[in-house]
């Protein structure tokens, strides 16, 4: 009989020169309960007159994929680097900042010219009594939100991604993969910046305005069906990058700003500074994610709380030819490598 109590969910980096071929998993992913394990192929009955009273004789499967989603509700540093080696860009060697001390510095800012030798990966999942494995996993759709509490609750950072996967194939769990060690994200700790200009980036932080930010990017990520002798997908390709950003601002001046320069459409680059504890004796943790864009709507007194009125602002993201960026992501924690 199958136990929650061990169920799991593990991952492994594929080989870059060989996507598909399954590997080992030395990372154990915490994403709270586990999810149903979402069915990779669809079963076509086909209907036959064939003297009896019955619809169907025969069946047929043809092709395999996996279309299935994650959610990490309490989200944690160590896990960036994976995320965004499977979304935005792969291939990255970290630089230590503070000599000895593991403070690792990930670049993920995707190229929007060139490829971003984006990194798949096999996940693992499962239970004591039976295990599945999933090849050529890579991420589509990349949610990160965080909602700050109004009392004494947590205010986690959640992320929610969604994936394809070759098939899914009956396997056993890799042995030996230890629970991870993790820095939580925490939205309290996220400040917010907005400037006019990518030269600019970082430089205004806007105090006292954020209550909520969702930050949803479709990758662009796609799987590839050819003829061939396999029936699940060849190859992947790498599509055009859309980022919109949702927020929930408290109603002063800096929101009506943000009204105003959605009448203007003024060129807005914002960014999301999140900050943990300290890595050793070096850097602390910290996520950096930049967007550039035009606010699309603003809806002043969208909502309430308390007595005070909130502005809904959901801008998209929006290549600058000045600045030559849209998007970038950035992360340092103790992770030397992936």
């Known amino acids: 009989m ?23 998993a030395d990372t ?5 309960a586990h999810p149903p394990i979402a069915p990779d192929r669809t079963v076509e009955f086909i209907e036959d007159d064939i003297g009896v009273r019955v619809k169907s004789a025969r069946a047929r499967v043809d092709q395999y994929l996996v279309k299935d989603s994650l959610s990490f509700a309490h989200a944690y540093y160590q896990l960036l680097p994976i995320l965004y080696s499977m979304s935005l860009k792969g291939n990255v060697t970290p630089a230590e900042q503070t000599s000895g001390e ?17 990194d798949s990966g096999t996940l693992e999942l499962g239970d004591d009594t039976e295990q599945y494995e999933r090849e050529y996993m890579m991420i589509e759709r990349l949610r990160i939100a965080g909602i700050i509490a109004q009392g004494a609750e947590s205010s986690p950072q959640s992320i929610d991604v969604d994936y394809f996967a070759r098939q899914t194939s009956i396997s056993a769990f890799t042995t030996g993969v230890s629970v991870p060690t993790t820095e939580e994200i925490n939205a309290k700790l996220t400040r917010f910046y907005l400037d006019t200009t990518w030269a600019g980036v970082g430089g205004t932080e806007k105090t006292g305005l954020v209550r909520s930010y969702d930050i949803e990017i479709m990758t662009g990520l796609h799987h590839k069906f050819m003829g061939g002798v396999n029936k699940f997908f060849d190859v992947h390709g790498e599509g055009k990058i859309e980022v919109l950003v949702t927020l929930i601002l408290e109603g002063n001046t800096d929101a009506d700003a943000i009204y105003d320069a959605y009448l203007a459409k003024t060129l807005q680059v914002l960014e999301f500074n ?17 967007v550039g864009g035009f606010w699309e ?5 969208a909502e309430d709380s308390e007595g ?20 970038n992501a950035t992360v340092k924690t103790d992770v030397a490598s992936i």
């Open 2 to 24: 199958g136990e929650r109590a061990f169920s799991k969910i593990q991952w492994g980096k594929e080989n870059p020169a060989a996507r598909g071929t399954a590997v080992a």
């Open 297 to 301: 709507r603003v809806v002043p007194l």
């Open 274 to 290: 999140t900050s943990g504890g300290s890595i050793g004796g070096g850097d602390n943790h910290q996520q950096i994610i930049q």
């Open 28 to 32: 154990m992913f915490l994403a709270g």
């Open 308 to 327: 005070n009125n909130l502005h809904e602002a959901l801008l998209r993201g929006i290549y600058d030819i000045t600045g030559a960026d849209m998007l």
């Open 102 to 118: 593991n403070d690792q510095l990930w670049d993920h800012s995707p190229s929007l010219t060139a490829t971003n030798s984006i």
